[in-house]
């Protein structure tokens, strides 16, 4: 009887043991979900180099700890590549385009396809073939073949990056383009709140992926790059930029996942925009355009066709002309994000 009733008492601490380990574990999950509740999430969406990832490295100067020596060292690598690369881009544009170069320089660009790593020859080499009037022109041509807008601020500054002890810039990073392969997150906290935002690439390649992110999703940011309406995409030279966002803004923002979302509209390179319109029609873009070729008009008339195709009576979208590579701008973008549109969902959720 003594060893029965001991094995009772015995089974009866190990269930109640059992039930207070499974309750530690509810505890524990409640506390992870209401974690997982109050977090604000956003998703940034946009098509490849809109500049998605620009917005992230604003957040990361603006509300984390920026960028430390490491990072800068893998971008000054980056960018010092570039520069070779850009040449290598405009000497073959300018050929093809029946661009005339300088004598001189035209010879140079003939050994110039040798280099390979940025040396005190070829950063030379670099110097000499920006100053030729006729890779400026190429430049000012690029609409016409793939080069990123950013080359321009390299390349001016190409005798600075050459430096052996260059280190980047802030503004050296915001401006360095690589491609976003994968998922990016960028967690911050805001207001005490804790903010988790997520950058996925944007080339057609990437955009199988994007559903795996949508759910929980507090604010959608989607970027559109205002300065591409006369070019083509980098992975089909007959699809033009704009349409090619528009159509894609119209498939994500339509998604059933973000059908109550609110969403913010950033038309990012808002600073080439103003003056490309000076010289290049938006019928370029939209043959259907009849209004005058001004900022106020284009830019109106834009940002109309986005709206007709997201604006329904379950959320509000917002939009914003600027310029991502401006932290006194997009600071200005964020305040207004942050205080207005997130302030309600807080709201909405019972957070405030």
Not at 303 to 328: L, P
Request: with cysteine; proline share 2%.
């Amino acid at each position: 009887m003594g060893n029965r009733s001991r094995k009772k008492k015995k089974n009866k601490k190990e269930k109640q043991k059992e039930k207070t380990k499974n309750i530690l574990i509810d505890l524990q999950m409640d506390k992870e979900n209401e974690k997982i509740e109050k977090t604000i999430k956003i998703i940034t969406l946009g098509t490849g180099e809109s500049g998605k990832s620009t917005f992230l490295k604003q957040l990361a100067i603006l509300y984390s700890t920026g960028f430390e020596e490491s990072s800068r060292e893998l971008y000054a690598s980056t960018i010092q590549k570039n520069l070779i690369h850009y040449i290598k881009i405009l000497l073959r544009a300018a050929h093809s385009l029946g661009i005339k170069m300088q004598e001189e320089n035209l010879r140079l660009s003939r050994t110039f396809f040798a280099f390979d790593d940025l040396t005190t020859q070829s950063l030379n080499a670099i110097i000499q073939l920006w100053s030729d009037p006729g890779l400026k022109e190429a430049y000012e041509r690029r609409s016409e073949f793939q080069l990123p807008d950013m080359s321009k601020y390299f390349l001016d500054g190409a005798e600075r990056i050459g430096k052996s002890d260059y280190l980047p810039t802030d503004q050296d990073i915001l401006n360095c383009r690589i491609p976003t392969t994968g998922v990016n997150e960028l967690n911050i906290v805001v207001d005490d709140l804790p903010w988790v935002v997520v950058d996925v690439g944007g080339q057609r390649s990437e955009r199988r992926k994007w559903i795996h992110h949508f759910d929980g999703v507090t604010l959608v940011i989607y970027v559109v790059a205002l300065s591409e309406y006369d070019q083509q995409l980098f992975e089909d030279q007959t699809v033009n930029r704009m349409l090619e966002s528009l159509d894609l803004f119209a498939k994500t923002i339509n998604n059933e996942c973000f059908e109550n979302k609110n969403c913010v509209v950033l038309f990012n390179k808002d600073d080439i925009f103003r003056q490309k319109i000076k010289e290049i029609p938006l019928k370029t873009c939209f043959p259907n355009f009849t209004g005058e070729n001004d900022y106020q008009s284009t830019c109106k008339f834009i940002q109309e066709k986005f709206d007709k195709i997201g604006r329904n009576k379950k959320r509000v979208i917002f939009y914003h002309f600027t310029c991502a590579t401006d932290t006194d701008s997009m600071r200005a973008v964020f305040d207004v994000v942050s205080s207005t549109i997130l302030q309600k969902q807080l709201n909405v959720g019972g957070y405030l």
